[in-house]
């Protein structure tokens, strides 16, 4: 996928732009390319209370345009929180079904790593490593070069001195996403840069979602699902385990 593509890409469509894979909530509408709303919340996980908000809103805003409905919804697929995940697309699909459009799945890493590339121009010859955080030193992570395009495909990293030493060794690398900041202490190559403030946010979604409504490269609404990467694993409460043991 590149980048140039997506920005040379003219699309004469109007697509509603769900983000809900990390705490952060975000909304964004667009049509023919002019973004036409865009909201987000930075104030921790409350996509269950905020992300109807935001679709009513970002729906309003679409209605003073003269439109009823959207030609397709967007939704950030993962990896990401397990419960943020569900919520972005179980309401992405509902929209999906109540005006019978068809539903757009983008990568949350691309999404991380296409905001990166653009807010680090001119970033010259580097590569790109989206992180998310996935708890304890483990990251998800995939990294990209300057045009989009894949050099390791998504794993789940355990991040140690000699993680990405293969890639550090050849040349620089930007680390960046929530998961970044806990391994700045251990990369501490002097080819590692790290990029701050970098989220996977709707308004950012739009050109990899014109890109793919261009292409018809549509999900199956009713059996898509949330790229999880790990299984979800609940885990008890301190206090009732330690209830159990008296």
Do not use: W
Not at 39 to 59: Q, T, Y
Not at 156 to 162: K, N, P, Q
């Amino acid at each position: 996928m590149s980048i140039a593509n997506c920005q040379l890409s003219i699309i004469m469509s109007c697509l509603l732009n769900i983000e809900t894979s990390t705490s952060v909530c975000s909304v964004a509408l667009s049509m023919d390319g002019e973004v036409l709303f865009e909201k987000a919340s930075f104030d921790g996980p409350s996509h269950a209370a905020l992300l109807g908000v935001f679709v009513e809103e970002a729906l309003s805003v679409l209605k003073m345009k003269g439109r009823k409905a959207p030609d397709a919804i967007a939704v950030s697929s993962g990896p990401g929180s397990y419960t943020g995940l569900r919520i972005g697309v179980s309401v992405a699909k509902g929209l999906c079904f109540g005006f019978g459009i068809p539903l757009i799945g983008i990568h949350t890493l691309d999404i991380l790593a296409a905001t990166a590339i653009e807010k680090n121009k001119p970033a010259g010859d580097c590569l790109y490593c989206a992180m998310l955080d996935a708890r304890r030193m483990e990251v998800y992570a995939a990294i990209y070069d300057a045009f989009l395009t894949p050099v390791r495909p998504v794993s789940a990293d355990i991040v140690e001195a000699g993680t990405y030493a293969s890639f550090l060794e050849k040349g620089k690398v930007c680390f960046f996403g929530n998961g970044a900041t806990k391994c700045k202490p251990v990369i501490t190559s002097p080819n590692a840069l790290f990029i701050e403030d970098v989220h996977p946010l709707a308004v950012n979604m739009i050109p990899l979602a014109e890109q793919a409504f261009a292409a018809g490269k549509f999900e199956d609404t009713a059996y898509f699902e949330p790229f999880y990467l790990k299984e979800f694993q609940a885990t008890v409460a301190k206090n009732k385990v330690l209830r159990g043991l008296d």
